[in-house]
């Protein structure tokens, strides 16, 4: 990518027919293709093929394209684009949240998938050329042994027990759903019952003193008719 060679992309998909289709349209515009079918295909890839860009499908038979984002977050920062049959604002959310650079639908133009592709490409060769990263700025941090939620400036968000284990079961879900039985269950020792607002009340006061200034708040979104997921703090 930071060179005049063909950028290398590597498509991840379990339909053979589509990485085809794909790969070869990408050739003809002058990009050098490999395509993997599951995410053991996509670790060797990394190393062996070197992609300059991966573009990975939302769902690999029963493997979610979320749950291989985050085991490529592990081992390389590579950029990748999620190409989803149907996409769905959570999902979204959770992958950009993660590390995605951007998702698109498989319906789109394959033109428009290859101006897509260039503009991600441009983008982290702009970063790559910047002359200084700037220096971190400081973040919130829950403090799971003292039971403490720190504020960016270091000063405690006093939480109460309850409000301090849902946000902390929310955390540890590492962008996953939570449901409402499963919070009320473990927060509030008792089943969940239809009506019951204990586990809405919880995350709205949360919600209030993570983003007290917010007027969208997006720090825990809800997941209709389940529960809530921790998108990641402000």
Not at 155 to 162: D, E, H, I, K, P
């Amino acid at each position: 990518m930071m060179t005049s060679s063909p950028p290398r992309i590597l498509v991840v998909d379990d339909d053979p027919d589509f990485a085809q289709l794909l790969g070869d349209y990408l050739g003809l515009h002058g990009c050098t293709v490999q395509a993997a079918q599951d995410e053991p295909q996509l670790q060797s890839a990394v190393t062996t093929f070197a992609p300059d860009l991966v573009l990975l499908d939302q769902r690999l038979g029963h493997v979610s394209g979320t749950d291989v984002l985050r085991g490529l977050r592990a081992v390389s920062d590579v950029p990748c684009i999620i190409v989803t049959g149907a996409s769905e604002t959570m999902d979204r959310i959770v992958n950009l949240e993660i590390g995605a650079d951007d998702e698109m639908e498989k319906t789109i133009t394959p033109r428009e998938m290859l101006a897509r592709i260039r503009s991600v490409l441009r983008r982290r060769r702009r970063e790559g050329d910047a002359p200084a990263v700037e220096p971190a700025r400081p973040s919130w941090h829950l403090d799971t042994e003292r039971r403490v939620l720190r504020q960016p400036g270091g000063a405690v968000c006093a939480l109460t027990n309850a409000e301090f284990e849902t946000l902390q079961m929310l955390h540890a879900a590492k962008g996953n759903p939570v449901s409402r039985a499963e919070l009320c269950r473990q927060v509030f020792g008792r089943p969940f019952r239809v009506g019951d607002r204990a586990v809405d009340t919880i995350v709205k006061n949360l919600r209030r003193k993570i983003e007290p200034e917010a007027s969208d708040f997006v720090a825990i979104q809800a997941v209709r008719t389940f529960g809530y997921v921790f998108v990641g703090f402000p």
